[in-house]
């Protein structure tokens, strides 16, 4: 599948999902000093960015230490992907976040919150796909990492103001769509499965 620098954009703030993780960043900063709640947020999206722009770069050895192939990374990414949006859709009940008390570092904010295996398989992906095109990942990613900050630094009064239907309604909806580009990603590696058999 050939990503486009939008729809590579879309595809990296759907699996980061910060509307999704405004209940968990809530929670998590709960016993944080309100005046401290920006500069956390702040410093644990820089870590995740951080992060996922290192695996940007030894994505293509680490391919090639695991003996992995695009195909089978694009089919895995794809089911792995499906898997989480259902959970979008359909969150289990027990998945809310331990409480910590003082001010989270890290774990579970910048990992794996943001920065899980969701996103490090995804920046893989695109990677993989077309290295020559990394700035361009690049640049999607800098986007996502910055609506992601913006949305989480105002994720109380995006509570206050939409509540917490809204923002349910909307996680439901971005799990459809992220299932539809599972789907296609899952599809069209099964069929370049199917030409390399018929030419083999």
Do not use: C
């Amino acid at each position: 599948m050939n990503y486009t620098f939008a729809s590579a954009t879309i595809l990296l703030i759907l699996i980061t999902d910060p509307i999704g993780n405004i209940p968990i960043f809530a929670n998590a900063l709960r016993h944080v000093a309100p005046e401290r709640r920006s500069r956390v947020i702040l410093r644990e999206v820089l870590i995740a960015f951080i992060l996922l722009l290192t695996f940007m770069f030894i994505g293509e050895g680490f391919l090639r230490l695991m003996n992995l192939s695009e195909l089978s990374l694009q089919i895995g990414g794809g089911v792995i992907l499906f898997l989480i949006a259902l959970r979008m859709i359909f969150p289990p009940p027990s998945a809310d976040t331990p409480d910590p008390a003082g001010e989270p570092l890290i774990v579970p904010l910048a990992i794996p919150a943001i920065a899980g295996p969701s996103a490090l398989a995804t920046v893989l992906l695109l990677v993989s796909q077309a290295p020559d095109r990394r700035m361009e990942w690049i640049g999607a990613l800098s986007i996502t990492m910055a609506i992601s900050a913006i949305i989480l630094v105002l994720a109380e009064r995006i509570q206050r103001v939409a509540g917490d239907r809204f923002v349910v309604a909307l996680e439901r909806l971005m799990g459809l769509v992220l299932v539809a580009m599972s789907i296609e990603m899952m599809l069209r590696g099964i069929k370049t499965f199917a030409l390399q058999l018929g030419r083999a």
